[in-house]
């Protein structure tokens, strides 16, 4: 029996083949769960392996036999060994290229939250802003009007500071567009909306839904549509008191912890406070019925109007 160098690589080659194909086989859940294109690399690297494993055990039973002493079979030697580990070395080069790679959020994820009026955002989504902000979300706010029609446009721009601070929002700005009038302005509530969404950069909108009886919050609506037709962002549309039967969420947001918390904003805007559905038990039987038709305690609801996954 001759041993030489070459039959010693052929052993070690051979080995590491079939050794790569063995821990492919064995971790082939692994493979397919953290790499793209799972099953065309799963089959590369079994295939590969046992074609090569066969290729270099083949002239290593040759060698054994010591039938190999030609120029030619050296070189078929050769060609077996180097070109093997160099497609291992490109496997394995493949596998890392291949690894799914989620990238850590490195900032908060930023959300702005859009009403027509001072008391709109604690109204409809009070207590998910609440959660949110304690989940670690950046959250901005952006009122239209200084609510001068239905109340004290002096005071309530104030109420809106006072609600959004005790939500936890970074900053809320109130604008001074023309309370009940807002279509008028469309054009340039929508350049407003726009500023706002590239200063932020939110990766979810709150606004009024389409759904919505009011004249300004159906305008606030478009405007959010289409100052956010190029942004990459979700659209939550959410419940004013005055949607329609037609507002139908099909997200919610499990609230049960800041069911008090959300009565607690509203009574920020004592300005409103004789208003029906600032009432706390109308505010918790909203809460409860959104949270029957989500099979949790208590929720706000939400219509999608454009769903984006940063994850
Ligand atoms: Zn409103």
Redesign the pocket.
């Known amino acids: 029996m001759l041993i030489n160098i070459s039959t010693v690589g052929h052993v070690i080659t051979t080995l590491s083949f079939i050794a790569v194909a063995l821990y492919a086989f064995l971790r082939q859940k692994d493979l397919h769960r953290t790499t793209r294109n799972s099953y065309l690399i799963y089959y590369a690297i079994i295939g590969i392996s046992l074609i090569f494993a066969s290729i270099n055990l083949f002239r290593l039973v040759h060698e054994i036999d010591e039938i190999h002493e030609t120029t030619l079979t050296s070189d078929l030697d050769a060609i077996a060994q180097y070109s093997g580990i160099f497609i291992q070395s490109g496997l394995i080069l493949v596998l890392f290229a291949s690894k799914i790679e989620v990238k850590p959020r490195s900032h908060p994820a930023c959300v702005l939250a859009i009403?027509?009026?001072p008391d709109?955002i604690e109204i409809a989504a009070g207590a998910s802003l609440a959660k949110m902000r304690d989940a670690g979300f950046g959250i901005t706010g952006l009122i239209l009007t200084r609510g001068e029609r239905g109340g004290d446009g002096d005071t309530r721009p104030l109420e809106a500071q006072r609600g959004a601070r005790f939500l936890g929002l970074d900053s809320v700005k109130v604008m001074d567009f023309t309370d009940t009038h807002l279509s008028a302005d469309i054009v340039k509530i929508t350049g407003a909306i726009e500023e706002m969404i590239d200063k932020v950069q939110p990766e979810i909108i709150f606004t009024h839904s389409a759904h919505d009886l009011?004249q300004?919050?159906q305008t606030v609506y478009e405007a959010t549509m289409r100052a956010a037709r190029s942004a990459r962002t979700t659209i939550l549309c959410y419940e004013?008191p005055s949607v329609t039967q037609d507002f139908h969420p099909t997200y919610f947001i499990d609230v049960e912890k800041y069911v008090e918390v959300k009565v607690q904003a509203l009574r920020e805007h004592w300005n409103q406070r004789k208003k029906t559905y600032m009432k706390p038990e109308l505010v918790r039987g909203k809460l409860a019925f959104r949270g029957a038709q989500a099979k949790v305690d208590y929720a706000e609801g939400f219509e999608v109007a454009r769903m984006v996954s940063a994850i």
Do not use: E, I, N, Y
């Open positions: 009403g027509a009026h709109d009011h300004d919050h004013s």
